[in-house]
């Protein structure tokens, strides 16, 4: 699979049985349509308001970024925010194939989703596990 964002190739990670696509270059992340609900059930993160149909539906983003292309269907895909404090910018396609995280992005949303739910320090070293050894990023 190719990068949306820089044009690489993408190698493919897989976590808890759900294979990810990243960019090595841009450390970008491709989630296909039901990806995001899996990983996020699978660190017992609430994944409600961060269902493909939910981000699909939500309003267009006012950005000065480029569109990027989706690379299953090479549609441009529709700038999106989700998340909230911080909100974060994302690319969804709009045939449903998956959502686009630029890099660093996955992190936030996954520090957010952990830190929103003080009790379960179980989930946020989960999170911290996942970032060290999938995406190799600092957490």
Known sequence: MIC???KSDMIVVE??????DRCNDCHGVWFDSTELELLLKSLNLD???LLLDNIVK?????SSEKKQK???CNKKMKKTNIGKHPEL???VCPQKHGLWFDGGEVTQLLKHLAGEKPARQDAQQQVISFLGETFQAEA
């Open 15 to 20: 976590y808890n049985n759900i294979e990810l």
């Open 89 to 91: 910018l994302i690319d």
């Open 4 to 6: 949306p964002s820089c």
């Open 58 to 62: 939500s309003p267009e983003a006012e």
């Open 70 to 72: 989706c690379p299953i």
């Open 47 to 49: 994944s409600q308001n």
